[in-house]
């Protein structure tokens, strides 16, 4: 069975390119929603729908562990995706998210203050700081909401990253950590250190691979289920020209297919 890795677009990528330099004898099948992104703007009801529709393919495709990449589904879905759907559709297949992994993160050293920047709705959610304050409850979190950032990335338009990242982290004071909580924005984090280069920037494509790894190290009732011919899928479930661009970029010589959910 492989690794199933879904984001709402292609910034889960980047985790999974993590994923594979980890575990590079493993199997692995991403689907990137790119039909319907953002995620960030939209109704829980629909982020649940477009979620499920994709983990109904992943698991119809022979995935045994799915890792929901994206920070927004994980937010809305994963708890109800856990508890209720994978108990009936597919009792066997484990399903994970990023948000607890990267919240240990950036809790590995002491710290006071914590900043957060996501989608709308993860921000709305309050996750982060909910995780957060279950660890370490006198930890001080300020959210902030980043809804242009997705869109430029998913169209690798770039250009005006600098003064855009710049407007939105001027909304953090004095902080120690700061959490890039969508999959996306692994794709700025060089914007922000050098915006904030005295603050930790908990950045995921650079903590997953190990989580991932330590996890199946764990779980060894999981990674004997897993298949390793070194196979690697990827899919989206919408093409475009700027798209290819994002993918080429996250991944050299990648070769995406289109398919359909319905």
């Given at each position: ?106 809790l ?59 407007d ?28 904030l ?10 903590l ?10 764990r ?44």
């Amino acid at each position: 069975m492989k690794i199933g890795v879904f984001d709402s677009g292609l910034g889960g990528l980047v985790i999974t390119q993590a994923f594979i330099k980890a575990l590079p004898d493993y199997d692995y099948l991403y689907l990137g929603d790119t039909a319907h992104l953002p995620y960030g703007e939209k109704t829980s009801g629909r982020i649940l729908k477009y979620t499920l529709d994709s983990l109904r393919y992943l698991i119809d495709s022979d995935c045994g562990l799915i890792i929901i990449a994206c920070n927004t589904a994980t937010s809305i879905a994963l708890r109800y995706i856990q508890q209720k759907f994978i108990p009936a559709y597919a009792p066997r297949v484990k399903v994970l998210g990023v948000v607890i992994p990267t919240v240990e993160a950036a809790l590995a050293q002491p710290v006071s203050r914590v900043g957060v920047i996501a989608t709308p709705a993860t921000i709305k959610s309050h996750i982060y700081a909910t995780e957060l304050h279950k660890i370490q409850p006198s930890v001080k979190v300020t959210e902030v909401a980043t809804p242009q950032l997705v869109p430029l990335i998913e169209s690798n338009n770039f250009q005006y990253m600098d003064n855009l990242v710049d407007d939105y982290l001027s909304n953090f004071d004095a902080i120690d950590s700061l959490i890039l909580g969508c999959t996306h924005y692994p794709l700025i984090k060089d914007y922000c250190r050098r915006r904030l280069p005295d603050v930790n920037i908990i950045s995921q494509d650079e903590l997953m691979g190990a989580k991932l790894a330590d996890y199946l190290h764990r779980h060894p009732e999981i990674d004997s289920q897993l298949s390793r011919q070194g196979t690697r899928r990827f899919c989206v479930t919408r093409t475009s020209p700027s798209a290819l661009a994002v993918a080429s970029r996250l991944i050299p010589d990648i070769e995406v297919a289109e398919i359909s959910l319905d």
